[in-house]
């Protein structure tokens, strides 16, 4: 098991940036595939982001595509998702997720195995 940590949300203006961060804990931080989930009010789990076990591998939904960046440190246990240009669309909790699916990409919530318990990003208008 393997419980994760999502940090590095808060409040920014359209067009701003923001990079969050999930630190993971308990197991090795390399056998996961990795993934960024959102969730705005009302609406359901969005897959928004996703990073192989060795980071060489990443896939966007096409509403963020070019905009944001997912990465990871392996060595320091920790993913990334930098956010760039932000529209207010964006707005949504934002939850990092890790999958034992022996898949190179994972796209869909029911494969993830480990979730943490999100972070907000609020983009104003």
């Known amino acids: 098991q393997v419980q994760l940590v999502e940090s590095g949300g808060g409040l920014v203006q359209t067009g701003g940036s923001l990079r969050l961060s999930c630190a993971a804990s308990g197991r090795t931080f390399s056998s996961y595939a990795m993934g960024w989930f959102r969730q705005a009010p009302g609406k359901a789990r969005e897959f928004v982001a996703g990073i192989s076990r060795d980071g060489g591998r990443t896939t966007y939904t096409d509403s963020v595509e070019g905009r944001f960046t997912i990465s990871r440190d392996n060595g320091k246990g920790t993913m990334f998702l930098q956010m760039n240009s932000l529209k207010p669309e964006d707005t949504a909790v934002y939850y990092c997720?890790?999958?034992?699916?022996?898949?190179?990409?994972?796209?869909?919530?029911?494969?993830?195995?480990?979730w943490g318990h999100g972070t907000q990003v609020t983009v104003s208008s």
């Open positions: 997720a890790a999958s034992t699916v022996p898949a190179i990409l994972v796209l869909t919530a029911t494969a993830y195995d480990y």
